[in-house]
Nanobody, 126 residues
């Protein structure tokens, strides 16, 4: 399968910034969309931002103008730059990616994947 490992979460004060990273590894053939979701206590998981392989981006209205998603296709990595953080941004942030990977070590067969990271906590509090 394809594994996603996130990093960069933490505790910050309102108005500060954080940068999340998510690296995909495994027998990856191609990655289509990559995205960041978040889930606050007692709430459903929601899309924060996504980026296609071609670089097209999509943002939740609540983060437009404050967050920027980007990706490095050579490194199979997606980033989320979060500026002007607010207490309501507090949540566990999850990385998601979908695409195709080789299901054997001989690289003779391809299948689809849709993987999630383990989540990283972002807390915004004074």
């Amino acid at each position: 399968q394809v594994q996603l490992v996130e990093s960069g979460g933490g505790l910050v004060q309102p108005g500060e910034s954080l940068r999340l990273s998510c690296a995909a590894s495994g027998r990856i053939f191609s990655i289509n969309a990559m995205g960041w979701y978040r889930q606050a206590p007692g709430k459903q998981r929601e899309l924060v931002a996504s980026v296609t392989s071609g670089g097209s981006t999509n943002y939740a209205d609540s983060v437009k103008g404050r967050f920027t998603i980007s990706r490095d296709n050579a490194k199979n990595t997606v980033y989320l730059q979060m500026n002007s953080l607010k207490p309501e941004d507090t949540a566990v942030y999850y990385c998601n990616a979908g695409g195709r990977y080789y299901y054997n070590v001989y690289h003779t067969g391809l299948t689809d994947f849709d993987s999630w990271g383990q989540g990283t906590q972002v807390t915004v509090s004074s």
